[in-house]
């Protein structure tokens, strides 16, 4: 049996919830208030007999004991394995050499970088090179205490001082390059990567130092260099400030984004603690799943002149689908023609526009009116009207392909309007705004809707669309292994999402194997337990095997993701249901649980029906 197995199989998740929110017994679940978002009804369950839990209010979460503990305490996989195994009395087996050796080369290079930070700290306090940098971080209002908060530094102008001050500590040249913190030359020589700047430490969420930003004096360019891609440093994940806003984030359940370092220091100095911004590029994916596991309320301050509302409205297309991916969709009721009752998917998170006076920065708002930026905070713009409200603007309505244009690039973004008047409302507003009839524009909408069916009866989810997790179960396992075992089966997985992975350790195995199609590669981006599973899947470990031939292999995973989307469904119509009844009818909602919990299907059952339809017999369930 796997760590991951062993500590699954000792812990109780309802003692594990419990200690967080209470629950009260229904029929042979618990139930109480969710503990990921404010509500008065109890809408968040624990089921014993699957060990999962769920949320059937606003924020729709579930997963395992290992996602709850991840998003509760704010922590990675490893971290959460750690913390139950001990709760467990589980033993974590020791790493392997290679294991150790790449923890050890890894802390090396922390620790390199903590020692440039306080370097370069001192020299910004104490020494009289750093002075110009003082002046500058004066003439910026940045203060003693938010100095010495973030570390704030200060590189000398030198070609080797930081790599003579780190050679006498016993780094060698090699470590120093890989830490990001000098440069090789094509000769093999290296000189330091930072001279005579103002230097910006950035910390993971854990306030470990992996990397540094760093702003030039005057009229050097380029302005800011920030350090590379390293196996400490990606600026792709890392926020600046979440070490220090992540708390503050989830106190005032929402996260605001600014641009630079400095508007990020001038925030925090004010109390506003929830302040983060992204590493001098668009919001990526990964930064958009850390700031999900925080809040879903996303604030973000934008400039309000032309060349800020064009980079708005591209920074708006950019992270709104990925905010999809990273928060997930949820279901709202809806009617259809004739009366019909259905439903539809919007983005699950808040997003709102701090809209700033032409030409001021955040920093500068702050510093010079903290009235006027907590005001600017509290009006903050739904990021459907700023859209629409720039577009309606700035679009050429005086030609029909231009009004066409128009409602085609407003209506996806209308369509994540949860109130069905509101989205009225903008419908309204585009019809006087292209000097055309409601029902002309209604016609136009529903033409948009048709042209995009046949990429739904595809069988491939719409866009951002992406179903919720459910019950953990083989079937998972099984499809990780046709996929890990199987490379030229990857074109076949475009239905699939790390969203239909509920047990844990298969969806990091899954994420990882989406980033990368090298076996070496995934298994280096694993912890030492999660390769113990990754070994696991590549074992095969099925009775029945795998199809030999690859058309049977094809239409077996078809089959894996057909019956992992249709358990999706399943829950998020009893999502649905569940909303819709649980203010009229609170004791039906244990009674539809109960049900659920007969009905559900099961994990061997499951590939026991992927076999038949190929007339085979099932592979047993995992033990």
């Known amino acids: 049996m796997s760590t991951i197995s062993d500590v699954k199989e000792r812990i109780d998740i309802v003692a ?8 009260t017994k229904a029929g042979k679940n618990y139930k109480g208030l969710c503990p990921f978002h404010a509500e008065k009804h109890a809408s968040f369950f624990v089921f014993p007999d699957r060990q999962t839990w769920r949320c059937f209010g606003a924020c729709g979460e579930g997963g395992d004991a290992f996602s709850f503990m991840m998003k509760k305490e704010g922590v990675d996989f490893k971290e959460a394995l750690e913390m139950l195994a001990q709760r467990a009395g589980v033993q974590i087996e020791r790493k392997s050499a290679p294991d150790i050796e790449r923890d050890e080369a890894k802390e090396r290079l922390l620790a390199a970088a903590e020692a440039a930070t306080e370097y370069y700290h001192n020299l910004l306090v104490n020494s009289e090179a750093g002075a110009r940098a003082r002046d500058y971080l004066a003439h910026r209002n940045i203060a003693g205490e938010t100095i010495s908060g973030f570390r704030l530094g ?15 500590r016993g780094y060698s040249e090699t470590e120093l390059v890989e830490a990001g913190l000098l440069v090789q030359r094509e000769d093999g020589s290296s000189y330091d990567r930072f001279r005579d700047r103002v230097m910006f430490p950035i910390c993971d969420a854990q306030g470990k130092v992996v990397g540094f930003g760093a702003r030039a004096f005057g009229d050097l360019q380029p302005k800011y260099v920030n350090s590379p891609q390293t196996r400490i440093f990606d600026k792709s994940s890392v926020l600046y400030g979440i070490h220090r806003a992540r708390a503050a984030a989830r106190r005032a359940n929402r996260i605001i984004l600014v641009e ?3 508007d990020v220091l001038q925030a925090h100095q004010h109390g506003w603690d929830n302040a983060v911004a992204p590493m001098g590029t668009s919001l990526t994916e990964r930064q958009a799943s850390a700031l999900s596991h925080i809040t879903k309320n996303v604030y973000l301050a934008l400039d309000a002149d032309e060349a800020g509302r064009a980079a708005a409205m591209r920074t708006i297309r950019e992270t709104t689908g990925r905010f999809r991916d990273a928060f997930g969709q949820r279901t709202v009721p809806e009617m259809r023609a004739r009366g019909k009752p259905a439903s539809r998917s919007i983005l699950d998170a808040d997003i709102r526009v701090i809209v700033l006076p032409a030409g001021k920065d955040p920093d500068e708002i702050i510093a010079e009116s903290p009235e006027m930026w907590a005001q600017l905070v509290e009006k903050a713009t739904p990021y459907v009207d ?5 577009l309606v603007r700035s679009a050429d309505t005086t030609t029909a392909r231009g009004k066409r244009e128009l409602i085609a690039q407003c209506e996806p973004v209308i369509a994540e309007l949860e109130d069905p008047m509101e989205r009225s409302r903008f419908y309204s507003r585009l019809s006087r705004a292209l000097e055309i009839p409601e029902r002309s524009l209604m016609a136009e909408l529903s033409e948009i809707e048709r042209r995009r069916r046949p990429s739904r009866s595809a069988g491939k989810p719409e866009r951002g669309q992406r179903p919720r997790r459910v019950g953990t179960s083989a079937t998972e396992e099984y499809c990780l292994c046709l996929l890990l075992t199987n490379p030229q ?5 475009d239905g699939l999402s790390a969203e239909h992975f509920e047990a844990t350790e298969n969806r990091h195995v899954y994420e990882a194997w989406c980033s990368t199609e090298d076996l070496n590669e995934l298994r280096s981006q694993l912890d030492a337990s999660l390769r113990e599973h990754l070994d696991y899947l590549l074992s095969e470990p099925f009775p029945a095997g795998i199809p030999r031939d690859e058309k049977t292999r094809s239409l077996t995973l078809s089959d894996c993701i057909l019956l992992l989307q249709e358990r999706l469904s399943k829950r998020l119509h009893f999502a649905m249901e569940t909303a819709l ?10 009674a539809e649980l109960a049900a659920l919990d007969q009905t559900g299907i099961q994990s061997t059952q499951e590939l026991h029906e992927i076999f038949l339809r190929q007339g085979r017999r099932g592979p047993a369930r995992r033990r």
């Open 581 to 590: 009844n649980r203010e009229r009818q609170q004791e039906g909602v244990e």
């Open 489 to 493: 089966l990857r074109p076949s997985a």
């Open 386 to 390: 700023f859209y629409v409200d720039t």
């Open 260 to 262: 630079g370092y400095t």
């Open 154 to 168: 200060y590189s000398p102008d030198g070609w080797t001082a930081l790599k003579d001050l780190l050679s006498s």
């Open 16 to 23: 594990l919830v419990s200690e967080y929110t209470p629950l």
